[in-house]
């Protein structure tokens, strides 16, 4: 008897992982919901007009200036406290950055006080890193900072000169000298500073490389604004009195215009992954755009974001992070972007497990997903999935799993998860008379990876799934095989998907425990407590079977005899099966799972799996409606099976934790699980199923106001 130790325990996160890199890779990217969703906070009270912006991976600074531009430099840090690091300042400029000496990244903020001088400083401790001050440089000369380095400009008495120093050891770097005009437009970011001078943009890397764009390698227009990151360049340009936002990627020589027309575009900001710029629309309508210019881990070059939520005044972004003052409220706002959890999306529930089954199919090894996620990271574009031509099959899905979707159809589905793990298949649900288009093509996808056959497993009778569905099924299989495993009610049915997993297990040489979980399939209110019972069946093969409130159908009293099934778990509270039943089946009272109501059962289940070691507990899977939460607790275990043997094997795995949540809320219990899961950093992931119908837009924003950090850094 073949015996494996479970060796994946986070399966929801290789999950979502899966999911990013079939993004990456170009598989399916209509039915995987990624991007960001802004999370906006009002920082401080009505106030002066503030000057000074800069915003940098969370954190914020910005000058309190009243009438004057004097007033004291004010920091927010990504926990948002605000702290007052100097109480004058003589510029309206506010830059922060970071101190790389020792390989150790500190942020700093730099600001010009009444002392002469670029004064760079810790924001914590109040600590000043360094003050420059060169020869020529006073009041209003114009400076940045970015990364270590301070560029300053200034007169020597006969000529501009711009200049970088470096904060951590005090060197100098001259960029800029004796070219009449002055240069312009002054930028550093990390490595790089950027300048123009006349009709011409310059960047320069600190550590020796260059660039240059004159007029004919861009617009004809006058630069109004620069901004480099990593040796990429984006501007604005007035042309007509238009305004035009302009992008040269690193080694190009030619600029691509990506938002034309308008004289109201003002731009936002650049941070080597997205140019940002907001323009006036409307009457006194203010709205933020983005382009990603590069690969990230939830867009893809030539993406554009549109948000409407800002009227700023006064502003500073770097996407990530956005720091404005509303223009009618002088209202200090603080806004983070943060990605959105993963969601394997479709229009319905039938679309749903569809792209959820094609998706499974797409996943073949972690290697190709660390690969993607890597290439991501670095900003380059991912490498396809592939499958080795010399393999007999690629490591992906021989068996499909076919239920009844419509409600009537539910019980069917409810045991169907157990017979998707003993066969590494995933979940797809047909109408009672025909396949729908969606299903349909999914199995095609299925078949045709699979080299030309797929095997098809329908779940529940004739008056579940009719003969002219079973028969259309049938022309899909092409080179596979179809077979029904149903009986003349729900109650036979589960009972012989009982006796086909051990049978399957059997022939594979391993055995099914003498499990069974006991649920009420008579009444139609009672089936969504089984929304957490799919993971547990198709990760521990602990089959399904179906009571009345107040007896036991001969079919279920025979299967567990006969499969010797003596370890019984009830399912609901005595409201679903009767006490009288409990006694009858010799279930102990601690053995039956429940919550007072429908989502408290789920996160019963879903605390009762994890105590038996059988659901991981740093992942979870949310879903809104009964047959997408069974089809995703097959769906992280398969993923599992094919990462972990290649195959579908049939050991038991930590199976991925699924929760049902109300469609427009986070249920309290829920809530609060996920906030017990803060701090638990990359092992803690979210992933989402199904479209606004079943997990909205409010339950994806409550995530991320719960865990403000879970995307960890990937």
């Not at 288009?437 to 078949?447: F, S």
């Amino acid at each position: 008897m073949r015996s494996l130790k479970p060796v994946l325990t986070r399966l929801a996160l290789v999950a979502a992982l899966a999911v990013v890199a079939v993004v990456a890779t170009g598989c399916l990217p209509e039915s995987i919901e990624v991007g960001l969703l802004p999370m906006t906070k009002q920082m401080v009270s009505p106030g002066p007009n503030r000057g000074g912006f800069d915003v940098h991976e969370g954190r914020a600074a910005w000058v309190e200036a009243g009438s004057s531009q004097d007033g004291p430099v004010k920091f927010i840090d990504e926990y948002d406290v605000v702290s007052t690091i100097a109480t004058t300042a003589v510029s309206s400029k506010v830059d922060i950055g970071g101190d790389w000496s020792n390989e150790v990244t500190q942020t700093l903020v730099a600001f010009q006080a009444s002392t002469p001088g670029v004064h760079v400083v810790d924001p914590v401790t109040g600590i000043e890193k360094r003050c420059v001050n060169p020869a020529g440089f006073f009041g209003g000369t114009d400076w940045a900072f970015g990364g270590k380095w301070v560029l300053t400009l200034a007169y020597d008495g006969s000529a501009w000169d711009l200049t970088a120093t470096d904060i951590t050891n005090g060197s100098t770097h001259e960029l800029d000298s004796n070219q009449p005009p002055a240069a312009e437009n002054i930028d550093v970011n990390e490595s790089w500073a950027s300048w123009t001078r006349g009709d011409a943009i310059y960047a320069e890397e600190l550590s020796g490389s260059s660039l240059s764009v004159t007029t004919a390698a861009r617009g004809a227009g006058i630069v109004e604004r620069v901004s480099c990151s990593g040796g990429s360049l984006s501007w604005t340009e007035v042309e007509s009195g238009y305004r035009k936002i302009w992008y040269l990627p690193w080694g190009s020589t030619e600029a691509t215009e990506i938002a034309t027309g308008g004289p109201s575009k003002e731009m936002g900001g650049f941070d080597g992954d997205y140019v940002t710029w907001f323009e006036s629309y409307g009457t006194g309508s203010v709205r933020a755009r983005a382009v990603a210019v590069r690969y990230t881990v939830v867009n893809s070059p030539g993406d554009q974001l549109t948000y409407t939520e800002f009227d700023p005044s006064r502003f500073a972004w770097d996407f990530d992070t956005l720091l404005w003052q509303q223009r009618t409220t002088n209202k200090l706002f603080l806004t983070r972007f943060r990605p959105i959890p993963p969601r394997i999306k479709g229009s319905n529930r039938f679309e749903t497990l569809a792209n959820m089954a094609k998706l499974r199919a797409s996943i073949y090894d972690t290697g190709e997903v660390e690969q993607a996620l890597g290439a991501l990271k670095a900003g380059e574009e991912p490498v396809a999935a592939s499958v080795d031509a010399d393999s007999a099959a690629p490591v992906g899905i021989a068996d499909v799993v076919v239920v009844a979707g419509y409600d009537g159809g539910s019980p069917d589905a409810i045991v169907a998860p157990g017979l998707c793990g003993v066969y590494g298949a995933p979940l797809l649900i047909v109408d009672y008379k025909s396949v729908p288009a969606v299903t349909a093509q999914a199995i095609a996808y299925l078949r045709d990876a699979n080299r030309g056959g797929i095997n098809i497993h329908v779940v529940g009778g004739t008056l579940a799934v009719s003969k002219a569905c079973y028969k259309q099924l049938s022309a899909l299989k092409g080179t596979g095989t179809i077979d029904r495993v149903g009986g003349r009610d729900r109650y036979a049915t589960a009972a012989l998907v009982a006796s086909r997993m051990k049978a399957v297990l059997t022939s594979r040489g391993d055995r099914m425990p003498g499990e069974a979980m006991i649920l009420n399939g008579s009444y139609r209110s009672k089936w969504i407590d089984a929304a957490s019972t799919g993971a547990i069946s198709a990760s521990q093969h602990i089959p399904v079977l179906f009571v009345r409130r107040n007896s036991i159908p001969h079919d279920t009293r025979t299967a567990l005899t006969k499969l010797h099934l003596w370890r019984r778990y009830i399912i609901g509270g005595t409201g679903n099966v009767s006490d009288r039943v409990r006694h009858s089946l010799r279930v102990a009272k601690a053995d039956r799972i429940y919550g007072r109501d429908t989502y408290k059962t789920s996160m019963a289940v879903l605390r009762w799996g994890q105590a038996k070691g059988w659901l991981a507990t740093n992942s979870i899977v949310i879903a809104g409606h009964l047959h997408e939460a069974l089809a995703a607790g097959a769906f992280g275990v398969t993923i599992g099976r094919s990462i972990q043997d290649k195959g579908p094997s049939v050991s038991p795995l930590v199976g991925a934790p699924v929760a049902l949540t109300a469609p427009k809320y986070l249920p309290a219990g829920l809530d609060a699980y996920i906030a017990s899961m803060k701090g638990r950093g990359l092992g803690f992931l979210p992933l989402l199923i199904g479209g606004e119908y079943s997990v909205g837009s409010g339950v994806a924003r409550r995530l991320l106001e719960i865990l403000p950090d879970w995307y960890w850094g990937i």
